[in-house]
């Protein structure tokens, strides 16, 4: 009985490392081998972008590169390299036992992206960098093919103030934006003007004349002036080019809560 136990117990560990073993297996993925036997070909990929990128041979996974690849030598493969959201590379290779190919410098271009974009006017222009791409529908999404990466997308129409963003795009995937464009004429007449999507520079340079010190912030407890910075501004917006006046406060909040409002709505 003891014998027939300990044979029982010795199968239950072999079938749990078993178990352990192809879970693990499932988990990892394979790594192209960093010292491949004598006997096999080699494919070497080096410089390559992305990073990293998926190695099959003939259709099989065997890794990730940079790095070497054992081949089947003195016959024909078929090697391809792959990154999500991006074109594959896909070469035919024969290599003898023993002996190295090397590739190096594959850039895998990006897939496009696309952007899916509704606004409330008909007709505006999708303009990415500059390039029209399309144009809207009233209240319905339009769907266009922009270039992956950092991009300023902008949606114009005469009459409206143009709505411009900062996107980052991703290779192969969806971007969805909603516009509402504002008709220029109510917001023209009371001075508003259009602050576009971009970058610029905040704080003043060491070398400006009247800068305060060290010693001045510190003495007079006022925030420093640097040092400078780019600050990105990610989507346009309207600002009012002088004061906001009274009656303007009032005809947007409802109330007028200030010490003087007898001297008038334009005050």
């Not at 300990?6 to 990892?28: N, R």
């Not at 909603?178 to 023209?188: C, F």
């Not at 905040?202 to 912030?217: A, H, I, L, N, V």
Request: some cysteine; proline content about 6%; hydrophobic content about 35%.
């Amino acid at each position: 009985m003891a014998q027939k136990i300990g044979i029982v117990f010795v199968f239950a560990l072999a079938s749990t490392a078993l178990s352990l073993i192809s879970t693990a297996t499932a988990q990892e993925p394979p790594r192209l081998t960093e010292d491949p036997a004598d006997d096999f070909a080699v494919f070497n990929v080096v410089d390559v972008s992305p990073s990293p990128l998926s190695v099959y041979v003939d259709d099989r996974e065997v890794g990730v590169a940079p790095g070497h690849a054992e081949l089947p030598s003195d016959r024909t493969v078929t090697v391809r390299l792959e990154a999500p959201g991006h074109e594959s590379w896909e070469s035919e290779l024969e290599v003898a036992a023993g002996e190295m190919e090397t590739v190096r410098g594959i850039q895998l271009q990006p897939r496009p992206t696309q952007l899916s974009l509704t606004a409330n006017v008909h007709g505006a222009e999708i303009v990415v960098d500059g390039e029209v791409l399309g144009t809207t529908r009233l209240n319905r999404s339009t769907e266009v093919e922009a270039p992956s990466g950092k991009h300023t997308v902008a949606v114009r129409m005469e009459g409206y103030w143009t709505h411009t963003e900062k996107r980052t795009l991703t290779p192969g995937g969806r971007s969805t934006m909603a516009v509402e464009l504002v008709a220029r004429g109510d917001l023209s007449e009371r001075n508003y003007m259009e602050i576009p999507a971009g970058t610029f520079t905040q704080g003043s340079p060491e070398s400006e004349e009247g800068r305060w010190s060290d010693e001045d912030r510190l003495e007079l407890r006022w925030s420093d002036e640097g040092p400078q910075r780019e600050v990105e501004i990610t989507r346009s917006f309207l600002l009012k080019e002088t004061p906001v006046t009274q009656g303007e406060w009032e005809e947007l909040m409802g109330n007028n809560p200030s010490r003087f409002s007898s001297c008038g709505e334009d005050c």
